[in-house]
């Protein structure tokens, strides 16, 4: 695994705003999408990526099965809450499909990739992983390929939601130029799957006692949401969400695995596990240099480093009330004085492609730049 | 190979902005009329006469016709599917009612599940109002304004200045 310098297109920012509708290559004037440089694997390290992130995803279902057998206890340790918990169980009994979710993988191509973290129910740099670095490729290195199959993958998963004719309505924060583009990208695959959207924004939703409609009044029965469970399941039409009077993707039970605390009940069911890092509930379980993480946190916030139970290293932010996880600290391996985290993509639960994301220090965030990559 | 074999957008980018003028729903100057009589007397006969026959041609060739009555009951509700003969046997259709007309706007009305008066728009299809009954003979009566409280989701988001995605 190596870090390539390569030159990036003439004109690319054009490019890809114009024939690919991608608009937030730059992000608060600092650059997001990077072709200065690009990643390289080997074909054996892809494989070996694949394999990981398949396992992984298996191990993620195993889990959920086993929090709902569980029940209460098991879903007390993951905070979800007990209005929340029957909607849990039934889309899992139910086999409610999920559509996506991105894997954080500790990778340097000498061992076994380490999952730092899984977002399971809100994943972007989306987008970027299933089209800019695709385009990027052929352009680039044509001919060439890439772990990232993530287009195709898409448009068929969509065609096994058993949707027909019910309208799939696409929701986000408006105003927000990442999550709106992911979600329009979204709505493209699933256009192209044959599926009948819409768009509306999440505070758009309306609620009649019955159903929820959308700006036209007219209900809405289907809706892919790029919002948090976590948020949804306290705010004022969270209740409604919950009965099931719509059907929602990702479906209820992601949120076994949506949020921190999952990492240390996956140890627990299988501790030791190469591609798993140690983690724990409680502080002082795990031995050696650990980083505490908000169980709810996002884009790096609030997380401590802490060695021989002193704080080493931390960064601010507004997470942290509903607890931490503990897991071993795993370094993130330097490229040329860049860290590389691996988002490795599951599709209708199958492995699909990755995108690779580095900054300049070890905490990703979501100013980190995205490099493509290819494979040999 | 490992990568998709093509990545073709159809509503991003360059190529498209061809499908943003689907999925409209009826306009709010949609009447809905049972017969050309009760249009005629709103909108004037040759109007009525002509959008009742583009409606009706419209109904005949696009409404789904099924081999088995409970596959179009399925869909379009318990008794709101009619027996049609052909050639080549029975088939079974939805129930068109009458035909919503707009400024620029016509389409048949079709009774759906739970009594509900459907139009079909961009390949999906809306609710207009309810029928008041079974059958032909239903009283059409315009969807009602329930009042609709919104802005119960997304207070989390406009509390944190951060993406809702991870």
Redesign the interface.
């Given at each position: 695994m190596r870090r390539l310098a390569t030159t990036p297109r003439p004109d690319w920012r054009e490019h890809v705003e114009?024939?690919?509708?991608?608009a937030f290559h730059t992000i608060n004037d600092a650059p997001y999408w990077d072709e200065t440089a690009c990643y390289v694997f080997t074909a054996a390290q892809?494989d070996e990526l694949?394999a990981a992130t398949g396992e992984l995803e298996q191990m993620a279902l195993e889990l959920v099965d086993r929090v709902v057998r569980s029940g209460d206890e098991a879903y007390e340790r993951l905070r979800i809450p007990p209005s929340a918990r029957g909607a849990v169980e039934h889309s899992w009994t139910a086999g409610e499909k999920n559509l996506y979710g991105r894997f954080d993988l500790r990778y340097d191509g000498l061992g076994p990739p380490k999952m730092l973290e899984y977002?399971a129910d809100?994943?972007?740099a989306l987008f970027e992983a299933?089209?800019v670095q695709?385009?990027w490729?052929e352009a680039t290195f044509p001919g060439r390929?890439?772990?990232?199959?993530?287009?195709?993958k898409l448009i068929e998963a969509w065609k096994n939601f058993g949707l027909g004719?019910t309208?799939v309505y696409f929701s986000?924060?408006?105003d927000?130029a990442?999550?709106t583009g992911?979600v329009?990208?979204l709505?493209?695959t699933a256009?192209?799957a044959g599926l009948?959207?819409?768009v509306i924004?999440?505070?758009?939703?309306?609620?009649?006692?019955m159903r929820f409609?959308d700006l036209?009044?007219?209900?809405i029965e289907a809706l892919f949401k790029?919002?948090?469970w976590e948020?949804?399941v306290?705010?004022?039409?969270?209740q409604?969400l919950l009965s099931g009077v719509a059907k929602v993707i990702e479906p209820a039970w992601k949120m076994v695995l949506s949020n921190k605390a999952a990492l240390a009940l996956l140890w627990e069911m299988a501790p030791g596990h190469p591609n798993l890092l140690a983690a724990a509930l409680e502080p002082g379980v795990i031995e050696g240099t650990v980083v505490r993480k908000p169980i709810f946190g996002?884009?790096g916030?609030n997380l401590q480093v802490i060695e021989g139970g002193r704080v080493i290293a931390e960064t601010g932010g507004?997470y942290g009330a509903e607890g931490f996880v503990y897991q071993a600290h795993a370094p993130l391996p330097a490229f040329d004085g860049n860290y590389p985290v691996i988002g490795s993509w599951v599709v209708a639960s199958q492995p699909a492609?990755i995108g690779i994301r580095e900054d300049s220090t070890a905490i990703t965030r979501?100013t980190s730049r995205f490099l493509p990559h290819v494979?040999e | 190979?490992?990568?998709?074999?093509?990545?073709?957008?159809?509503?991003?980018?360059?190529a498209g902005l061809m499908?943003a003028a689907c999925?409209e729903?009826p306009p709010p100057d949609g009447r809905f009329f049972s017969t050309v009589a009760e249009c005629a007397a709103v909108k004037g006969e040759a109007e009525c006469e002509k959008a009742f026959a583009e409606s009706k041609a419209t109904f005949e060739a696009e409404a789904p016709k099924f081999d088995r009555k409970e596959q179009c009951e399925a869909e379009f509700g318990a008794g709101n599917c009619e027996t049609r003969e052909s050639g080549a046997g029975s088939f079974f259709m939805p129930m068109m009612m009458g035909y919503m007309l707009g400024n620029a706007f016509r389409q048949p009305v079709y009774r759906g599940p739970d009594n509900r008066a459907m139009v079909r728009s961009g390949?999906?299809?809306?609710?207009v109002g309810q029928f008041a009954g079974a059958g032909r003979a239903a009283a059409y009566q315009p969807?009602q304004a329930?009042?609709?409280?919104?802005?119960?989701?997304?207070?989390?988001?406009?509390s944190?200045p951060?993406?809702?995605?991870?």
């Open positions: 114009r024939d690919l509708g991608f892809v694949e977002n809100t994943p972007t299933a089209v695709w385009d490729l390929d890439q772990f990232n199959s993530l287009h195709e004719r309208r986000a924060v408006k927000h990442e999550d992911t329009d990208y709505r493209d256009i192209q009948h959207t819409a924004a999440i505070d758009d939703i309306g609620w009649d006692g409609l036209e009044d007219q209900p790029l919002y948090p948020w949804l306290f705010e004022e039409f969270g409604y996002r884009e916030a507004d492609g979501d494979f | 190979m490992k990568k998709s074999r093509t990545v073709r957008l159809v509503l991003l980018g360059s499908i999925d729903a390949g999906t299809s809306y609710s969807a329930t009042p609709v409280q919104r802005g119960g989701f997304g207070g989390t988001a406009s944190r951060v993406s809702a995605g991870g």
